[in-house]
């Protein structure tokens, strides 16, 4: 269940971001160091418009793409970098939800 919550957040999170930016509807030929640096630039991007325009409506602003991302909710899209603290509690949260199914499947 909280695996599902966090996935639907970040599937939202990119919904937002293909619906503003074409670049990231597509695929992709650039290395992985550069796709990742070019979501990064979306995102810095969407929470500046979202900061200093106040009067941008992006409904109106969006290429139409034919789905519901122009009906997205817009909040900031915040970047956390990779890190123990995050890593061990990733691997924690896996290990009780292991231990909770084993629990029901005795």
């Known amino acids: 269940m909280k695996h599902s919550s ?3 957040v970040i599937e939202r999170a990119f919904g937002v971001l293909k619906g503003r930016w074409a670049i990231l509807r597509g695929k992709s030929y650039y290395p992985v ?3 990742c640096r070019k979501i ?5 991007l969407h929470n500046l418009i979202n900061r200093e325009m106040t009067n941008f409506d992006i409904e109106d602003n969006i290429d139409e793409v034919g789905s519901t991302h122009a009906t997205t909710t817009v909040d900031d899209i915040h970047y956390i970098e990779t890190s123990n ?9 896996a290990e009780e939800m292991f231990t909770d199914w084993e629990l ?3």
């Open 104 to 106: 029901r499947n005795q």
């Open 6 to 8: 966090a996935r639907n």
């Open 85 to 93: 603290e995050w890593s061990q509690l990733r691997d924690d949260l």
């Open 33 to 35: 160091e550069v796709q």
């Open 40 to 44: 990064l630039a979306c995102c810095l």
